[in-house]
């Protein structure tokens, strides 16, 4: 209809993609110290979790194409193929970090090991500065989830997980907002039977974070 072949469509989107995913660190950002502050506060002033400056949480990207190469790696619980992230988001919206590379099949507490933050948590957070995540990672002083069980009979669990779930369902908007935008994301059409065609598939989803995050 516009003239133009299916190469020269393939070729453009390779290249924006590629110039979105090489400017990441510019928009896909920790925050600093003075806007970590501000989090927190605000955190404390609503829900009452003084220090907690944002929340994280694993999400899958389903794949549209069984992977050519070990593709029972990729099969997720949700019985399809995809690949496995976790994203950290702050109260705004705005996504902080971004941790990608991982098959389906990978569970959040695996990916959660490879991120910068769990790992440096010293460069990531002042003192007294944690996350919010769920049942299914790794509790740290860095990384709060709700009680469970036995612990969670009394009232006061209870509330605690109550106040938590309306803090961190953030971090689920967020994912929820990334995928409604950009319905790529919803199915990655890419055919993984290659490393350069799984490294074009996270930059893929990459450069979408990056649009995400650019206002």
Same mark, same amino acid.
């Not at 133009?4 to 393939?10: E, K, Q, R």
């Given at each position: 209809?516009?003239?133009?072949?299916?190469?020269?469509?393939?070729?453009?989107?390779?290249?924006?993609?590629? &110039?979105?995913?090489?400017?990441?660190?510019?928009?896909?950002?920790?925050?600093? &110290?003075?806007?970590?502050?501000?989090?927190?506060?605000?955190? &404390?002033?609503?829900?009452?979790?003084?220090g907690c400056?944002?929340? &994280?949480?694993?999400?899958?990207?389903?794949?549209?194409?069984?992977?050519?190469?070990?593709?029972?790696?990729?099969?997720?619980?949700?019985?399809?193929?995809?690949?496995?992230?976790?994203?950290?988001?702050?109260?705004?919206?705005?996504?902080?970090?971004?941790?990608?590379?991982?098959?389906?099949?990978?569970?959040?507490?695996?990916?959660?090991?490879?991120t910068s933050?769990?790992?440096?948590?010293?460069?990531?957070?002042?003192?007294?500065?944690?996350?919010?995540?769920?049942?299914?990672?790794?509790?740290?002083?860095?990384?709060?989830?709700?009680?469970?069980?036995?612990?969670?009979?009394?009232?006061?669990?209870?509330?605690?997980?109550?106040?938590?779930?309306?803090?961190?369902?953030?971090?689920?908007?967020?994912i929820g907002?990334?995928?409604?935008?950009?319905?790529?994301?919803?199915?990655?059409?890419?055919?993984?039977?290659?490393?350069?065609?799984?490294?074009?598939?996270?930059?893929?989803?990459?450069?979408?974070?990056?649009?995400?995050?650019?206002?």
């Amino acid at each position: 209809m516009l003239g133009v072949s299916v190469g020269a469509v393939v070729k453009c989107t390779r290249r924006v993609i590629g &110039a979105l995913g090489a400017v990441a660190p510019q928009h896909v950002k920790w925050a600093n &110290a003075r806007r970590r502050a501000g989090l927190s506060a605000s955190a &404390a002033s609503k829900f009452g979790f003084d220090g907690c400056v944002g929340a &994280a949480d694993g999400t899958t990207f389903s794949l549209a194409y069984q992977p050519a190469f070990q593709p029972w790696t990729y099969y997720d619980r949700k019985q399809r193929y995809s690949l496995s992230g976790l994203i950290t988001c702050d109260w705004d919206g705005y996504i902080t970090n971004g941790v990608l590379g991982c098959t389906g099949a990978a569970p959040d507490t695996f990916v959660q090991s490879l991120t910068s933050w769990h790992h440096r948590p010293n460069l990531f957070f002042s003192a007294g500065q944690y996350l919010l995540g769920d049942q299914g990672m790794l509790y740290s002083r860095n990384l709060i989830g709700p009680c469970k069980q036995p612990e969670m009979n009394g009232p006061e669990h209870r509330n605690f997980n109550y106040q938590l779930a309306r803090l961190r369902v953030k971090s689920e908007h967020t994912i929820g907002i990334l995928k409604g935008r950009w319905g790529s994301l919803e199915e990655l059409r890419i055919a993984l039977s290659t490393d350069k065609h799984f490294s074009f598939a996270l930059t893929w989803v990459m450069a979408y974070v990056v649009l995400h995050n650019v206002p």
